[in-house]
Structure formats: C-alpha cells, structure tokens
C-alpha cells in the first residue's frame, strides 16, 4: 500500500543554518511526489513537486528536493534557512488508489528557527 | 497560481447543529475537489472525493450521513457537518483540481469548533 513517512516529527534549527527535512515513500508505481507548507492555522501551500525528468526539483521560497529511485526518498533542502520558515511541512505522494488520483500524507515534521 | 477558497475559516456551533463549508475555485474550474481533516499537531487524512455532478466517494471509515458533500458545479463543493458533536471539531481543508492538469490547489481551512 502506499505511504508517506517522515522520520522527524519535530526539528529545530538555526537561523542560517542549513536544513534538510526527510521523506522516504512506499507506491508500487513512478511517484508523483510534493512537499507543502502550513503555517498556523493556515491551508497548504506548495512548495515545489516531482514528476518526471530532473531529480533535483527546484522551488518557492529557496527550497529544493532530490527525488532518489534506490532509496525511494525525496528529501527537501534548504541552504539557509530565514526565521519565515517556521512552519509545519508535509510531504506526500500522488497516488492512484481504486482509479482515482489522490494525494497520502505523510505525519509532517514541525520546523523550529531559533534566532 | 489558481486560487481555492474556503469559507468560513472559523465557525463555532452547539452541538446538534449543522454547518456548511463552502470551497470555490475562484479562477479555475475543479473538475474534482477533496475534503481532508486534519487533527491538531497531525496530518490530513482524505475523507472523500467529489467529481462535478457525481456522488462523492468516501473514504473508509468516514460517514457519508454525517458528513454530506454536495459539488453542484465546477466552482463550488460544500461540505455539511450535520448532527455535530464535540468530536467533530477539527480543521478541514478542501482542494481542488483543475482539468487536465495533476496539481491540487488547497483552501485555507475551516475550523469547527463544536461546543
């Protein structure tokens, strides 16, 4: 069945530092795969996605991601990061289940900056 | 990018009472639309898909007569609480997608709060 882990429920950086946030997938199929944002109380935003071609997607807000086939991740990355940033992000993968196109979450990691 | 927009973003209710959500697509037209839940400090979970002038089709678990979705066009999907209880206070989240294109476009959520 397919699922989206994301090892680090919680991570705290500082600002500046570089970050990277894990998700490893499990679909039998080439994924469809994205990372979003959630800031309090507040919708997704999408921060970038993989479909096909390049493995190292680039996206908003200085954010990029390497899809890697052999160890069915997509970790996001980003060299410094901006106090902004805090937030809640998820990653997910685009799966088709019972014929439809649906998205799986994994649980999310929350990203703390410390000044 | 396209816009998905949800209203109210807060809405508090005693409990036997029911409450609508509304989810639009202001600049695109949804041709599918998805309603998630997401309980505090967790992930969003799928509750059921809507396809214009079709029966939603529910996740597994979730009950269809608690939990009415209506997507009487390609604008605009609803979702009523009906019968609420203090256990169905949460955040929820809408999407949307667009013709021929595979990105989800999300609203900004709606929190119930139950009373």
Known sequence: ?115 | GAVVSQHPSRVICKSGTSVKIECRSLDFQATTMFWYRQFPKQSLMLMATSNEGSKATYEQGVEKDKFLINHASLTLSTLTVTSAHPEDSSFYICSARGRGTGELFFGEGSRLTVL
Do not use: M
């Open chain 1, 1 to 115: 069945a397919q699922s989206v882990t994301q090892p680090d429920i919680h991570i705290t950086v500082s600002e500046g530092a570089s970050l990277e946030l894990r998700c490893n997938y499990s679909y039998g199929a080439t994924p469809y795969l994205f990372w979003y944002v959630q800031s309090p109380g507040q919708g997704l935003q999408l921060l970038l996605k993989y479909f096909s071609g390049d493995t190292l997607v680039q996206g908003i807000k200085g954010f990029e991601a390497e899809f890697k086939r052999s160890q069915s991740s997509f970790n996001l990355r980003k060299p410094s990061v901006h106090w902004s940033d805090a937030a809640e992000y998820f990653c997910a993968v685009g799966a088709l289940i019972q014929g439809a196109q649906k998205l799986v979450f994994g649980q999310g990691t929350r990203l703390t900056i410390n000044p």
